[in-house]
């Protein structure tokens, strides 16, 4: 076993024995780990009050074929105290790890990508709340699935190949895998619609509050137009009971309970 230091966002938790848990990261250098902290759990001797979300700065005893590494000397780097006590950013979070615990494999390191998610939590930490739910959430689809390599051309049409114009309302067509002008798409396609000014917050370097008189309903619709496209592009088949938490928490205050 070749021990590896590295710097890892905790995306997932799970008990196991009696003072040790199963813990899912994602790696600033060995991308996806999947491994046991031993004597982790609150109550035992060598405890680490670890939760979902933080940096962790840990060893990693690296057996190549194996699928569950040892993870030893678990260190809090960062944990992003904000997102604790807020349900909007934890709901945002948890979509987001989601994601990402369904759409990317063990294989080779990916350092953009975990600079990215390292970025994302940060933050949504301090993002307005008003930007929270759902711009945070767009932002974070439309910027996830461009890492991954399916992204969403945002400046021209999937079929014709124009440069759309900012005031050009779009249909985004999840089995093309991308937006396509009024021009190209025949009936409207009203379930897909992309309005211009969705197309504009999502191409705004940081996320804002969503257009103005944009309601519930379509905030959710939007969230869920997005998912689809990651989901057909990075085949992630089953539930998202994150995504859809954060979908009931979305309204058209900008994301507040209801």
Do not use: N
């Amino acid at each position: 076993m070749a021990p590896q230091k590295t710097r890892a966002l905790l995306l997932h938790m799970l008990p196991y024995r009696e003072s040790s848990s199963i813990l899912r990261l994602y790696s600033e250098d060995l991308g996806m780990v999947h491994g046991i902290a031993r004597g982790v759990r609150r109550g035992s001797r060598e405890s680490v009050p670890l939760e979902r979300g933080m940096v962790l700065e840990l060893t990693v005893y690296v057996r190549p074929h194996r699928t569950l590494q040892t993870l030893a000397a678990p260190a809090v780097a960062e944990f992003f105290p904000g997102l604790r006590t807020d349900l909007r950013r934890t709901a945002v979070r948890d979509a987001a790890f989601e994601f990402v615990l369904k759409a990317v494999h063990p294989e080779d390191p990916h350092p953009e990508l975990y600079r990215f998610l390292h970025g994302f939590v940060g933050a949504l930490e301090c993002a307005p709340a008003a930007a929270v739910l759902p711009c945070s959430l767009w932002a974070f689809l439309v910027r996830f699935a461009e890492l991954l390599g399916v992204g969403l051309d945002l400046r021209r049409c999937v079929r014709c190949g124009r440069d759309l114009a900012p005031a050009d309302d779009t249909v985004l067509l999840t089995e093309e895998g991308g937006l396509a002008c009024a021009g190209c798409v025949r009936g409207g396609r009203p379930e897909a619609l992309m309005p211009a000014a969705v197309r504009a917050c999502l191409s705004r370097a940081e996320p804002s509050a969503p257009p103005g008189g944009m309601g519930a309903t379509e905030q959710r619709r939007i969230t869920r137009l997005l998912a689809a496209h990651c989901r057909r592009h990075l085949e992630i088949d089953g539930d998202l009971r994150a995504l859809d938490f954060a979908c009931e928490l979305t309204d058209s205050a900008g994301g507040a309970p209801r």
